[in-house]
């Protein structure tokens, strides 16, 4: 059966589910975990990636350097991977850092729609001799070509793989099967798929992205991530191992990483609770699931409510200061529907 | 290399017809005679507001593409047009009196050394950064006479003024963040190549006008259909904040830059929620070459036009008091 290269963002997307606050003490004790798992990639880093410490997404409790060095110190028989979104990343401020912080792996990312965003920045880090993949977020929300010409334009630029994240966790194991088939034929590099459990598909997802021939797949301890959580490491790696794939993961120390992860990384574990469905059904960016609760009990509406006007408005990832104006033109029409009445 | 354009007498016309008759005719231009360069969404934009200026005349619109939309948008406006880049310009410099640069950063690196040598003012739109930054809303006075004006960034039009506002009001503030989001159907292939200096020459103007040098630009480009308008949001660090001030200020700035940028509108007013200042500014267009979404062309070419227009009122100025 075939190899699946399994890439685990637990104190990447985990980060989107303690306000970025994972500490470097958090970091060592993770990645030692992963690594003595053998989990091919263990990625670091603030939510949205390099550079993204920000009043629009939140502010990190340590630099990127920090978190990648903490990190690097820990991973011996694996990769250090990182992730970034030009707009949020710029070549000399933030992957310079990061090249010099030891990553060896880089996932440049865009929406799905604004791939020739990347160009630059996958070229360079190419041409500096890194790992690098493409990333394609919120998949849902392009159709099945848009993705595929996407997808090889991340090929033209270098990108070695190119990654399908289901970032609102919306979707359905049918129409992602499709999805992954077509990019597999159209880019010939390999695909890859991350997964969100708004609507508790994940790990469906998932299998369903590799029985169509996707060949690396995400997972985070515990589903640690944005909103209701990523696709479990522990379980994919599981099944996985059930259908037959190879991982190279041990499966005991996975779970072991797990159990770690849930007794030093997690608040709260992520799970499948109202807001996330919704979230999930309106199709917005898992990662706003925090900002959300604050901003809705702040303006004293319903945080489902601003999930549905969120998804009208099509907000992409990044647009968190919409939230904002969203809760606040809803809190108006109360005020004025109460003064009405 | 310039290609051929046999055949097409609209493209053949490449001589600046307008300045040459208003040359014979003696005395002083009563327009500024302006040049164009790139015919990309921003050149082509600022070709329909450069007309509409009672003190500036395209003399000349000029490309590499003859069957660019810009181009053939340009001809069939019968504004002289040629595809033989700088050259067109260089060859024949006397017929400009300014050139403005709406190509790519690298590129307008390249003009500049050619303009420079022949003594042709440039308003640069790309985010090369080669000369003085200018908003004309906070310094266009300061502006007039620059060998080479900056326009910043079309984030850093929209949104650094409301800056300087938070910072002249909240003195505590020392980190500004500026989100801008414009649809992508407006933020073409030399914006999204050259991200990177866009970024990089917004938080320029972000120290240069607001004295903080601790500031971070976020820049999105969103695919939603019907296109959304461009938007800018404006965060800052503040535990403490004295919003009726800040927003005295605020409707201030927002009335001058209507002056020049009549779509341009406070969606969001100052708040104050965990710990951040936060405003948003919505920029409609005039719908002039992109339907009235694509207010990220016309905050930076509104702009350029009003810097340009302040050179030109100087040269008036000065025309009328060497004559009297």
Request: aromatic share 4%; charged share 20%; net charge negative.
């Given at each position: 059966m075939a190899q699946i290269l399994i890439s685990?963002?637990?104190?990447?997307?985990?980060?989107?589910?303690?306000?970025?606050?994972?500490?470097?003490?958090?970091?060592?004790?993770?990645?030692?975990?992963?690594?003595?798992?053998?989990?091919?990639?263990?990625?670091?880093?603030?939510?949205?990636?390099?550079?993204?410490?920000?009043?629009?997404?939140?502010?990190?409790?340590?630099?990127?350097?920090?978190?990648?060095?903490?990190?690097?110190?820990?991973?011996?028989?694996?990769?250090?991977?990182?992730?970034?979104l030009p707009g949020f990343a710029t070549m000399r401020r933030d992957l310079d850092a990061a090249i010099d912080a030891g990553?060896?792996?880089?996932?440049?990312?865009?929406?799905?729609?604004?791939?020739?965003?990347?160009?630059?920045?996958?070229?360079?880090?190419?041409?500096?001799?890194?790992?690098?993949?493409?990333?394609?977020?919120?998949c849902h929300m392009a159709a099945p070509e848009r993705l595929c010409e996407e997808a090889r334009k991340m090929a033209s630029y270098g990108a070695q793989g190119v990654i399908v994240m289901d970032s609102a966790g919306a979707f359905q194991p049918a129409e992602l099967r499709e999805r992954i088939a077509r990019l597999v034929d159209a880019t010939g590099i390999a695909v890859g798929f991350h997964g969100h459990d708004n609507l508790a598909l994940a790990v469906a997802n998932s299998v369903a992205a590799v029985e169509a021939g996707a060949t690396i797949v995400d997972g985070?301890?515990?589903?640690?991530?944005?909103?209701?959580?990523?696709?479990?490491?522990?379980?994919?790696?599981?099944?996985?191992?059930?259908?037959?794939?190879?991982?190279?993961?041990?499966?005991?120390?996975?779970?072991?990483?797990?159990?770690?992860?849930?007794?030093?990384?997690?608040?709260r574990l992520p799970r499948t609770d109202s807001v996330s469905i919704v979230s999930g059904l309106a199709g917005v960016f898992s990662g706003y699931k925090g900002p959300v609760a604050r901003i809705a009990r702040e303006f004293g509406v319903d945080p489902r409510d601003v999930f549905f006007a969120l998804g009208e408005r099509g907000v992409i990832a990044g647009q968190e200061d919409v939230i904002l104006e969203v809760a606040a033109t809803l809190a108006q029409r109360r005020e004025a529907a109460e003064v009405g009445a | 290399m310039a290609t051929s354009v046999a055949g097409d007498p609209q493209l053949q016309h490449h001589q600046a017809g307008g300045a040459r008759r208003r040359r014979a005719s003696g005395g002083p231009p009563e327009r500024l005679r302006v040049a164009i360069l790139g015919t990309g969404n921003i050149g082509t934009d600022l070709l329909f507001k450069v007309r509409r200026s009672p003190l500036l005349e395209c003399a000349l619109f000029v490309g590499r593409n003859p069957d660019s939309v810009g181009m053939r948008t340009a001809a069939a406006l019968g504004v002289p047009v040629s595809d033989r880049r700088i050259d067109a310009i260089a060859e024949q410099p006397e017929q400009f009196d300014l050139v403005?640069?709406?190509?790519?950063?690298?590129?307008?690196?390249?003009?500049?050394?050619?303009?420079?040598?022949?003594?042709?003012?440039?308003?640069?739109?790309?985010?090369?950064?080669?000369?003085?930054?200018?908003?004309?809303?906070?310094?266009?006075?300061?502006?007039?006479?620059?060998?080479?004006?900056?326009?910043?960034?079309?984030?850093?039009q929209a949104a650094v003024p409301l800056a300087r506002c938070i910072v002249e009001t909240q003195p505590q503030v020392d980190y500004i963040e500026i989100v801008s989001t414009s649809a992508s159907r407006s933020v073409g292939p030399a914006?999204?190549?050259?991200?990177?200096?866009?970024?990089?020459?917004?938080?320029?103007?972000?120290?240069?006008?607001?004295?903080?040098?601790?500031?971070?630009?976020?820049?999105?480009?969103?695919?939603?259909?019907?296109?959304?308008?461009?938007?800018?949001?404006v965060f800052a660090k503040a535990e403490e904040v004295d919003l009726p001030a800040l927003r005295r200020a605020v409707d201030a700035m927002v009335a001058r830059i209507q002056r020049y940028v009549p779509g341009y509108r406070l969606v969001v007013p100052p708040l104050h929620e965990h710990g951040r200042i936060a405003m948003t500014v919505q920029i409609s267009g005039a719908g002039d070459?992109?339907?009235?979404?694509?207010?990220?062309?016309?905050?930076?070419?509104?702009?350029?036009v009003a810097a340009a227009e302040e050179t030109a009122r100087a040269r008036l100025r000065g025309a009328g008091a060497a004559a009297g």
């Amino acid at each position: 059966m075939a190899q699946i290269l399994i890439s685990d963002p637990t104190l990447r997307d985990g980060n989107h589910a303690v306000a970025h606050q994972l500490t470097a003490e958090q970091i060592r004790r993770y990645a030692a975990a992963a690594n003595a798992a053998r989990v091919p990639i263990v990625e670091v880093g603030h939510g949205n990636g390099l550079g993204a410490s920000s009043l629009q997404v939140g502010e990190a409790r340590l630099g990127d350097a920090e978190m990648l060095a903490a990190a690097r110190e820990a991973l011996a028989d694996v990769k250090l991977g990182t992730f970034a979104l030009p707009g949020f990343a710029t070549m000399r401020r933030d992957l310079d850092a990061a090249i010099d912080a030891g990553a060896d792996v880089f996932r440049v990312g865009a929406h799905c729609t604004e791939a020739d965003l990347t160009q630059r920045h996958i070229t360079y880090l190419r041409e500096r001799g890194r790992e690098v993949y493409g990333v394609l977020m919120m998949c849902h929300m392009a159709a099945p070509e848009r993705l595929c010409e996407e997808a090889r334009k991340m090929a033209s630029y270098g990108a070695q793989g190119v990654i399908v994240m289901d970032s609102a966790g919306a979707f359905q194991p049918a129409e992602l099967r499709e999805r992954i088939a077509r990019l597999v034929d159209a880019t010939g590099i390999a695909v890859g798929f991350h997964g969100h459990d708004n609507l508790a598909l994940a790990v469906a997802n998932s299998v369903a992205a590799v029985e169509a021939g996707a060949t690396i797949v995400d997972g985070t301890a515990r589903g640690f991530g944005a909103g209701a959580g990523n696709t479990p490491l522990e379980v994919l790696v599981a099944v996985l191992g059930k259908l037959g794939y190879e991982t190279g993961i041990e499966l005991y120390k996975a779970l072991d990483a797990a159990e770690l992860a849930e007794a030093e990384l997690v608040q709260r574990l992520p799970r499948t609770d109202s807001v996330s469905i919704v979230s999930g059904l309106a199709g917005v960016f898992s990662g706003y699931k925090g900002p959300v609760a604050r901003i809705a009990r702040e303006f004293g509406v319903d945080p489902r409510d601003v999930f549905f006007a969120l998804g009208e408005r099509g907000v992409i990832a990044g647009q968190e200061d919409v939230i904002l104006e969203v809760a606040a033109t809803l809190a108006q029409r109360r005020e004025a529907a109460e003064v009405g009445a | 290399m310039a290609t051929s354009v046999a055949g097409d007498p609209q493209l053949q016309h490449h001589q600046a017809g307008g300045a040459r008759r208003r040359r014979a005719s003696g005395g002083p231009p009563e327009r500024l005679r302006v040049a164009i360069l790139g015919t990309g969404n921003i050149g082509t934009d600022l070709l329909f507001k450069v007309r509409r200026s009672p003190l500036l005349e395209c003399a000349l619109f000029v490309g590499r593409n003859p069957d660019s939309v810009g181009m053939r948008t340009a001809a069939a406006l019968g504004v002289p047009v040629s595809d033989r880049r700088i050259d067109a310009i260089a060859e024949q410099p006397e017929q400009f009196d300014l050139v403005f640069d709406a190509t790519s950063a690298p590129d307008a690196a390249v003009h500049w050394e050619v303009l420079q040598a022949l003594g042709l003012p440039v308003i640069d739109l790309t985010p090369a950064k080669l000369g003085a930054l200018c908003i004309p809303a906070l310094n266009l006075a300061d502006c007039v006479g620059a060998p080479n004006l900056c326009m910043v960034t079309c984030g850093g039009q929209a949104a650094v003024p409301l800056a300087r506002c938070i910072v002249e009001t909240q003195p505590q503030v020392d980190y500004i963040e500026i989100v801008s989001t414009s649809a992508s159907r407006s933020v073409g292939p030399a914006t999204r190549i050259n991200i990177d200096e866009y970024l990089a020459t917004t938080e320029a103007a972000v120290t240069r006008f607001c004295g903080v040098e601790r500031c971070k630009t976020i820049l999105i480009v969103n695919p939603a259909e019907p296109p959304i308008k461009m938007q800018n949001t404006v965060f800052a660090k503040a535990e403490e904040v004295d919003l009726p001030a800040l927003r005295r200020a605020v409707d201030a700035m927002v009335a001058r830059i209507q002056r020049y940028v009549p779509g341009y509108r406070l969606v969001v007013p100052p708040l104050h929620e965990h710990g951040r200042i936060a405003m948003t500014v919505q920029i409609s267009g005039a719908g002039d070459y992109l339907p009235e979404y694509a207010g990220n062309l016309d905050i930076i070419t509104c702009a350029a036009v009003a810097a340009a227009e302040e050179t030109a009122r100087a040269r008036l100025r000065g025309a009328g008091a060497a004559a009297g």
